[in-house]
């Protein structure tokens, strides 16, 4: 494990080492370095957005070590080691990913701000409760605000890519 | 943009304390990070030393030994929430977890970063209390264990020494009580609480043998309302009781905090609280 920093002292930027949507990046980052900051600004990915910056709208949300963070709230240097998925990763080669498929079909986007960070919520989620009720769909999106939609479509969306993952893997 | 800090990220506890006594007041603990992130957002903190103690596994301890709790400070409130033996030995604390930020926050913040930020409004330090949990504070020179009440100093302001770390707490098991927290805030979910309350109590045909209560947002640090707890004791409570329990809280609240512009509210809203989340224990039909 990188240990940077052992001593007191003045340091330079700090390499990290992560999984990143499935392929190993090897980088430096400053520390106090938001993940956010990094994936968009020094990784170009513009999936996961910035909407308050203080935790409160989850627009940032990408999952690390199989759970949702905030992105805003994790610094960059805290990913070594880490396994990271952000929303780009979640589409394969054969397409878009179930969830992504029905938040088209069910209408859940508006202006689509909002949704790369559901889309992130709710993918932790499915991964640790492949069928959730609906009051766990919404416990664990209520740290994902939406302006638009009225969240309805969003749950039923999330519904019919439980049903449509499990109908996939026969269960 | 540039981050103008230093960090570090020890391997072991041992090291982190040795890491904590050179730096002195320079460090600034990393735990969880979503109070910290938010306050460098702000432009604070400018040239500190980041110490990343999130890693360090004898923050995680959970275990149950001689009717004690021991709870390692670097817990995840989502870590908390599915312990099975907290849900039996700590209920107050567990239903204060639930109720803290969202998930994304709950999956990363931490209980000793939540009671070491002094925030009033820290949702599991009125858990805590009801509990008479103790902290453990470790340097490199030795170790102290005072009560988490004590730590407790002011708003933001908490009484840790520098090259101390928190790292675990140490409760008495609440088995076989009953526990509440109840919080009123703006909304459900992520909300910082304007007033909360934990309870926890014994009760028997007797009445209450033994009960316990915290109110936190109501004082500048959350604190035991032990002029409720003697009024309650030994009554078997009507709703009544508990109408009356709740102005003695809010008396001692006002008598804490002084008067604010919030009091008026504050003050019916305080007893209100204190029913509604006690009201279960007021036996119907009797």
């Known amino acids: 494990m990188n240990m940077h920093c052992q001593e007191p002292g003045p340091c330079g930027p700090i390499p990290v080492r992560f999984r990143l949507n499935g392929r190993e990046v090897s980088l430096q980052v400053d520390a106090g370095q938001s993940v956010l900051h990094l994936l968009r600004e020094k990784l170009g990915l513009k999936g996961a957005k910035e909407g308050c910056g203080i935790g409160e709208c989850g627009a940032c949300t990408v999952v690390v070590d199989g759970v949702a963070v905030n ?20 589409e394969s ?79 | 943009m540039r981050w103008a800090a230093t960090y570090h990220r020890p391997s072991d506890l041992t090291r982190a304390l040795e890491l ?90 931490t209980l000793g970063g939540n009671v070491v930020h002094c925030s009033p409004c820290a949702d599991s330090v009125p858990g805590l209390l009801v509990q008479d949990a103790r902290a453990i504070l470790q340097s490199r020179g030795g170790t102290r264990d005072v009560p988490v009440q004590e730590i407790l100093v002011g708003p933001y302001k908490s009484g840790i020494q520098p090259g101390e770390l928190l790292t675990r707490f140490s409760l008495r098991s609440a088995s076989g009580m009953w526990g509440a927290f109840h919080k009123l805030a703006r909304r459900s979910a992520l909300a910082i609480a304007r007033l909360s309350l934990a309870v926890l109590a014994r009760h028997g045909d ?50 804490v905090a002084g008067m604010r512009a919030s009091t008026v509210y504050k003050e019916r809203a305080a007893q209100g609280l204190l029913v509604q989340a006690m009201m279960p224990l007021v036996r119907h039909g009797n």
Not at chain 2, 217 to 235: A, H, I, N, Q, Y
């Open chain 1, 71 to 90: 992105g805003c709230l994790m610094m960059a240097a805290q990913l070594d080691g880490r396994e990271v998925l952000t929303v780009e990763g979640l």
């Open chain 1, 93 to 171: 080669p054969v397409g878009l990913h179930p969830l992504q498929e029905a938040f088209l079909e069910h209408h859940a986007v508006q202006c689509g701000f909002c949704t790369p960070g559901m889309l992130m919520s709710a993918y932790a989620l499915l991964a640790r409760n492949p069928q959730p009720t609906r009051d766990q769909i919404v416990e664990a999106l209520a740290g994902n605000l939406c302006r638009c939609t009225g969240y309805e479509q969003v749950l039923k969306a999330v519904e019919a890519a439980a049903r449509r993952l499990a109908s996939r893997s026969g269960t």
């Open chain 2, 20 to 109: 904590l006594d050179a730096l002195g007041g320079q460090a600034l603990l990393l735990a969880g990070g979503t109070d910290l992130m938010v306050e460098m957002r702000e432009g604070k903190h400018g040239g500190s030393h980041l110490v990343d103690i999130s890693r360090l596994p004898e923050l995680k301890l959970l275990e149950l030994k001689d009717g004690e709790i021991h709870l390692g400070a670097g817990l995840t409130f989502t870590e908390i929430l599915g312990s099975e033996l907290l849900r039996l030995h700590a209920p107050a604390l567990v239903q204060a977890a639930s109720q803290i930020g969202s998930l994304q926050i709950r999956n990363v913040a």
């Open chain 2, 206 to 255: 007797e009445g209450l043998s033994d009960v316990r209560i915290a109110l936190g947002s109501g004082t500048p640090v959350p604190r035991r309302m032990v002029e409720v707890e003697e009024f309650l004791l030994g009554k078997a409570p009507t709703e009544e009781d508990l109408w009356e329990a709740g102005r003695v809280l809010a008396s001692k609240m006002v008598e």
